[in-house]
């Protein structure tokens, strides 16, 4: 298993290595959403390259309605 | 036709998706306003929440250009944050930049603003700067390279109207970007008095939102909107403290 802090809250995953990964093991389309790993934020064309670790930090963002 | 950093739009009438009762009704009255700029906000995704309930399963980018804004950001750190990450969605390089300074009024905090402002539009971000309806603070914005400035009409959410006629025109006449009137509008006499002023555009979200008809608002903000710019571009007649008759007093019987 891996821990993760996600989007503020402690998550235990079974072990990824990508960003892309972990998406999809949360149940997330990766193409809807934004992800900021240890304050950096990834670009859409690396989530499927950019490796997640036990103990980082992730943010996981999308749009909501607002004015 | 708007133009915002060479950019089109071909309705002065921008709307937010924010606390409508339903999405189906948002869609429906943001369709009655003809608006093509509408706004979103940058949030976390609620991981508990089996559902994806983002916003823009309802709205298409297609057929809307989407507007992030900062809303909610309290520094100029936060706010280039969530405008960086608004970015990575990939829609335009567009940002309504809010740095608020106080919770209760929600006024901006214009030191935040300007430093939030100069540091995105060095990496390439189009601003859009909300702020009060302070001309010198306007004046820094455009200087520190926003392509539009928002001033308000009142505060965000107040629905109080026009407070300052004369300082929102006195903005529009000194500087040369876009001057779009964001927030304070409550109902269709507000934006047809914004739009008199001779400013640009108008944003507006919960005069719409929480009208008891949004469809119906949204009909008549589109009308008003278009109204005031008509009356702006014809030209009122001058004001005058003495009646002058329409009808000619030559011809009277004796």
């Known amino acids: 298993m891996m821990q993760l802090t996600i989007n503020g809250e402690p998550r235990t995953l079974d072990p990824v290595d990508t960003v892309d990964a972990m998406l999809r093991q949360l149940g997330l389309d990766p193409r809807g959403v934004v992800v900021e790993l240890n304050r950096a934020i990834i670009r859409r064309a690396d989530i499927a390259a950019s490796r997640v670790q036990d103990g980082d930090t992730v943010e996981i963002v999308h749009f909501v309605g607002g004015g | ?254």
């Open chain 2, 1 to 254: 036709m708007l133009e915002i950093a060479s950019q089109s739009f071909r309705s002065r009438l921008m709307v937010g998706t924010g606390k409508y009762r339903t999405n189906d009704e948002m869609i429906h009255a943001i369709d009655a306003s003809g608006a093509e700029v509408v706004t979103v906000a940058v949030r976390r995704v609620n991981l508990d929440r089996g559902d994806e309930e983002g916003i823009l399963h309802h709205l298409s980018s297609e057929k809307f250009f989407l507007l992030s804004n900062t809303a909610g950001c309290f520094s100029a750190d936060e706010a280039v944050r969530y405008a960086r990450l608004a970015r990575e969605a990939g829609f335009n390089d567009f940002v309504k930049l809010e740095v608020i300074g106080d919770r209760e009024t929600l006024l901006p905090d214009t030191a935040g603003l300007l430093e939030a402002t100069a540091i995105l539009a060095r990496e390439g971000f189009k601003v859009l700067a909300y702020t009060n309806d302070d001309l010198v603070t306007a004046l820094r914005l455009q200087d520190a390279g926003a392509v539009a400035v928002m001033p308000l009409a009142s505060p965000i959410g107040s629905g109080l109207g026009l407070l300052n006629p004369y300082f929102i025109r006195t903005i529009k006449s000194r500087l040369t970007v876009p001057i779009i009137v964001d927030a304070g509008v409550g109902t269709a006499s507000d934006a047809c008095l914004v739009m008199e002023q001779g400013v640009d555009g108008i944003l507006m979200n919960t005069a719409l939102a929480e009208a008891k008809n949004p469809v119906g608002m949204a009909t008549a903000m589109r009308l008003a909107v278009d109204a005031g710019r008509g009356a702006y571009l014809a030209g009122r007649m001058p004001r005058r403290e003495v009646a002058v008759p329409s009808t000619p007093s030559e011809g009277m019987l004796s």
